[in-house]
């Protein structure tokens, strides 16, 4: 599917994007990034935060692209959509997707689920994620940075 089909289904809105917006997003990323990394919170905040960050680098991505995810399933549209935006692999968008649902699961139904590991991994898409946007961005939409 292409950009085109998704406006087509109502999954994304056409979006003009500005250096401003770029720079703000890619901010949040290196913050949440950061943050990301107390010891002071929990697994499942720290989860959260490093989710957070890989989505809104992949938000970057997205409207640097000329788009944003419809308000219906925004999340899920996000991630599915580093496929046409950084070309990521079936693989590499269920291992984030599987993230979202288990924030979702940690943040609104059963405390205390996340395990180091899944930390770690999930730190770890957010910091690829963060390096890939800025270089995709530099390299296919410099006027944005």
Known sequence: MSFEDWVKNSWLDPHQSSREEIGNLLGIVERDLKDSQSKDVSNDWRFA???????????????AAGYRASRDSHHYRVIQSLSLTLGKSAAFIRS????????????????GGVADRELQEMTAIAESLHQEVESWIRAKHASLV
């Not at 984030?96 to 405390?111: E, L, P, Q, W």
């Open 49 to 63: 935060i490093a989710y957070n960050a890989a989505l809104q680098a992949a938000t970057a991505a997205l409207a």
């Open 96 to 111: 984030f997707d599987a993230f979202r649902k288990k924030r979702n699961v940690s943040n609104y139904d059963i405390g």
